[in-house]
């Protein structure tokens, strides 16, 4: 069981930069795969980034690749999402997602997390 809470939304300019964090419970927070999903108002929720376990591995959204880095620090059961040069259709709320993981697989569908934040707001304005 994990639990987990975003943080670090917020309204920038387009070009401007926010960093999310994503607070994890329990002890076996290293041994879970994280992910970073977004979801815009009348919009489905949306893969952005993937960290394997042992963050040796990441992955990301075409729309994100080359702005945004995904990473994890497991001596503070975060993980981080640094978003840079934001644009206008970045605006959603940001979810924290995790699975339990032995692998490498990379995981972009909502249905391949179990756990999920409540979510934070990111607002980018032109």
């Known amino acids: 069981q994990v639990q987990l809470v975003e943080s670090g939304g917020g309204l920038v300019q387009a070009g401007g930069s926010l960093r999310l964090s994503c607070a994890a419970s329990?002890?076996?927070?290293?041994?879970?795969?994280m992910g970073w999903f977004r979801q815009a108002p009348g919009k489905e929720r949306e893969f952005v980034a993937h960290?394997?376990?042992?963050?040796?591995?990441?992955y990301y959204a075409d729309t994100v690749k080359g702005r945004f880095t995904i990473s994890r620090d497991s001596a503070k059961n975060t993980v981080y999402l640094q978003m840079n040069s934001l644009r206008p259709e970045d605006t959603a709320v940001y979810y924290c997602?995790?699975?339990?993981?032995?692998?490498?697989?990379?995981?972009?569908?909502?249905?391949?997390?179990?756990?999920w934040g409540q979510g934070t707001q990111v607002s980018v304005s032109s």
């Open positions: 960290i394997s376990w042992s963050g040796g591995s990441t």
């Open positions: 997602a995790a699975e339990y993981s032995s692998d490498l697989v990379i995981r972009t569908g909502p249905a391949d997390y179990g756990y």
């Open positions: 329990g002890r076996t927070f290293s041994r879970y795969a």
